[in-house]
């Protein structure tokens, strides 16, 4: 299972508003096995061809991309965590490299550390009004 974290996989997307499926690719990021549901669910990243890159996403270029199977230039959009079945994987597409694992580490950490400094602020504001 923890063998399919940092792979990009394509995944059964549903389309909005209808029942037609597209293979999209995804950067798999967990799984929600430690739980011990009946069925594993995995957590994933949409990586896309087409949204601009944010402050936290990375950024696949052209030839990077081609080498690893992806169709052209991609952004892994860090901010974009979904959650799905792992029944709905449909083919590996690669591994992430060693320095994109890394950086798509630091940048995953800095991004959930900016998310708890902005709850911890709302806690606190919120036990000021009290």
Known sequence: MDKLILEIWRYKAKLP?????????VLVIGNDAENKPKIVDI????VSATAPKGE????IEEKRAKELGLDRKSVIKLTKIYTGSQSLLEG??????SDTKKEFIKNYKAYQS?????????????????
């Open 17 to 25: 508003n209808s029942v037609e499926v597209k293979l999209r690719p």
């Open 43 to 46: 957590h994933y990243c949409i």
């Open 56 to 59: 936290y996403d990375i950024e």
């Open 92 to 97: 590996k597409i690669c591994d992430l490299p």
């Open 114 to 130: 900016n998310l708890i400094s902005i709850m911890e602020e709302n806690v606190l504001l919120s036990d000021s009004d009290e």
